[in-house]
Structures are given as structure tokens and as C-alpha cells.
């Protein structure tokens, strides 16, 4: 049988592992009832619950809008996109009791903006097919967040992506906001394919949990509206592509990779960036699909194995590597591990897609088994910094 076959079975029944306890609580409108809140700051029960559907979404709509209509995994897909639909229901709804927070304190930007970046991943699923009530209070709920006031890293491509989600459904919306996130962020490009995290480098994943991701994404939906923009995102998208290769090459032979920086324990969401590049066949010609698809493969059974990784009802545990509270910052709770599903967008593309055929070596594995292996290279532009 063809190993992709076998490892896109797999990743559909990890996937769905990770998302039960939120999307069926959810749907039951009960989450906040029985969603446990492991975390080691104060307050986060304010804001678990929106972390926890928008970041789960971010990652789980590609699958959802493209996924296969046959079979058991079309079975699956189409459960999972109406639990989607009535999550986001429950959410959103003023009346519910899992009704989120968007208007308090800092944090329901980042997760308003990680909701808006899943519809905009799955157009059909998560927004045409929603009623006209819950669209209703979905743009309520994301225009809240405008009084929240983002930092300045980062975080303004959370306010950038909430008013391109705004634009692509005919709202109206706020130019500023996205501009201002572009030009910041060319401004803090460090060279090599890699954003400083505001003015200065911080040696973490935020350029593939946040930074990249985002910024390909509102580059790609808003380009046509504006010459810079089209320029910038020229730019952005050959950074991208470098950058996307450096995460290949830091997943080991045995899937292990460098515990580097802040919030570790959303594991593997690390490649959050590989696997979007993956999914829009983005990645550099030396880099063969299936030889990403195996590296990820080999991240998600190391990490997901991992004794402890789950509570006895099935929620994630705080945890690089199996349960690991100390790794938690104080602004990391149960909610924020869901960002670990972005790692599952390549479930986007089609059972036919060279990503799901065969079998490769990826870059560690051919390099430490004696083999050839592509050298790396810098990234040039003559018109970048």
C-alpha cells in the first residue's frame, strides 16, 4: 500500500483525537463546564475557550474545505465541519454559555484573529454554509476586538488578519490596520527569510507560528488592492519559501527538533509555516512533497506519543514532550496547546497529491546517513535590506 495512504489515515485519526474534547463540549455548549484550565498564570479561564476553537479551526479548515468527499474520511470531514459550524455558533452566540470572550483584557485579538484566519482557510465550510445569524454575530464578535490595542510585535498581524476577513466577506474594514502591519514587518525583516518579532530577533518559532503564515495569507487575499503591497508580497513570498526549508531541515531523523524559545508546549504547530507552505506547493524545488510529508510525520508520532500528552478525558496536557507544566508560560493554558493542529494543513490536498505519494528521506535523514543532500543556501535579494 502506498505509505501516504497509511500516514494520511493517521494523521486524520490524530487530528480528530485533538479535536474532540473541544468541537463535541462545544457543540453541546458545555465546553466551559468541562474544559479543564492547567495553566501557571492567572485569569486564563477568561480566554482558554477562544484560544481553543479559533487555534483548533486555523488548523483543521483546509481538511475541512478540501478534504476527500469519499469514504470513511469523507464521513469524517463532513462530521467535523458541521461540529465546526455549530462551535463557532456556540461561541459567537450572545445567548450561549460558551459565548467567548472578545472584548476583555489583551488576549481575545490573537484568537479572534486565529478564527478569522480559519474561515479564511475554508470560505464554503466555515462561512457560506454558516446561517445568516451566526454570520451576523461572528463579525459582531471579530469588530469587538478593534478597542483591544495589539503590541507592537507580532500581535499586528492579528488586528491585519481580523480586517482581511473582514474585507473578504464585504465588510467593512480598515486599510490602516493591514498596511501598518505589512510595512512593520518589512521593516523588522532580519535577512535570510526571517521577521524579527517586532524590532528585534528573538530566537523562537513565532516566525511559523504567527508571522509567516499570516503574512502570506493577508498578502495573497488583499495584494491586488495595492501596488506596495503586490511589491512586499513578491518579497514576502520568496522569504517564506527559505524559511519553509530551514524547518525541514530542523526535524531530526528520529522526529525530534531544537525545544528553541517561548511557547513550546504548542508543540508541533512549530511547522506550522512547512505545512502551509506544503499545502500552497510552495516549497523549493530541491524539496520533494513526500519528503515533507514524512519529516512531519515523524514530528507528529515523536510528539503525539509521548506518554501524557493527554489527560484521562482526553484533553492536551500542558507539555513540550509528553506533560511538562514548568514549560507553560503564564499567558499559555489548556486553550492555547490547540494551536498544535496547524501542523494537520497539508490534509488539504487531495489523496493524489505528490505530498501523499511514496516515501523520502528528508534532509536529516539523508545527511546522517552518509547520503547527498542539497546544500543550503543564503537567501539574496538585491531588493531587500
Known sequence: MNPGKLNRAYWIDTLRRIADPVLVHLAKRELKLKMPIETNGE????????????????????????????????????????????????????????????????????????LAHAILRAP?????????????????????????????????????????????????????????????????YM?????????????????????????????????????????????????????????????????????LGRSLAYRFGAFQHLAQMALQHRMEATVEPAQVRCALTAVIRRTIEAPNTFDAEGWLTVGFCGHQPDIGEPYVSTGSLYLCAAVFLPLGLPESDPFWQGEAAWTQVKAWSGRDFPMDKVLKLPFSK
Request: with cysteine.
Open 43 to 114: 485569569d486564563r479561564e477568561r480566554y482558554a475557550g477562544l484560544e481553543a476553537l479559533g487555534r483548533l479551526l486555523c488548523g483543521l479548515a483546509p481538511w475541512l474545505e478540501s478534504g476527500s468527499d469519499e469514504g470513511e474520511e469523507g464521513r469524517y470531514r463532513r462530521e467535523y465541519a458541521e461540529l465546526a459550524r455549530d462551535a463557532i455558533d456556540a461561541g459567537t452566540d450572545p445567548s450561549s454559555p460558551d459565548y467567548m470572550n472578545f472584548t476583555y483584557g489583551g488576549q481575545p485579538i490573537v484568537d479572534a484573529s486565529f
Open 124 to 188: 464554503t465550510e466555515l462561512w457560506d454554509k454558516l446561517d445568516e445569524r451566526v454570520k451576523a454575530n461572528v463579525i459582531a464578535a471579530l469588530k469587538a476586538t478593534r478597542t483591544r490595542k495589539p503590541v507592537y510585535s507580532n500581535w499586528l498581524l492579528f488586528s491585519a488578519m481580523i480586517e482581511t476577513f473582514l474585507y473578504r466577506v464585504g465588510e467593512d474594514w480598515d486599510q490602516m490596520r493591514v498596511d501598518y502591519a505589512i510595512r512593520s514587518h518589512e521593516n523588522w
Open 191 to 259: 535577512g535570510d527569510g526571517v521577521y524579527g518579532d517586532g524590532p528585534d530577533y528573538h530566537a523562537d518559532y513565532y516566525n511559523s507560528f504567527v508571522i509567516q503564515p499570516m503574512l502570506v495569507d493577508i498578502l495573497d487575499a488583499v495584494h491586488t488592492l495595492d501596488p506596495e503591497w503586490a511589491a512586499v508580497r513578491e518579497r514576502a513570498l520568496l522569504r517564506a519559501i527559505r524559511y519553509a526549508s530551514q524547518l525541514e531541515r530542523l526535524i531530526a531523523p528520529d522526529g525530534t527538533y531544537p525545544p
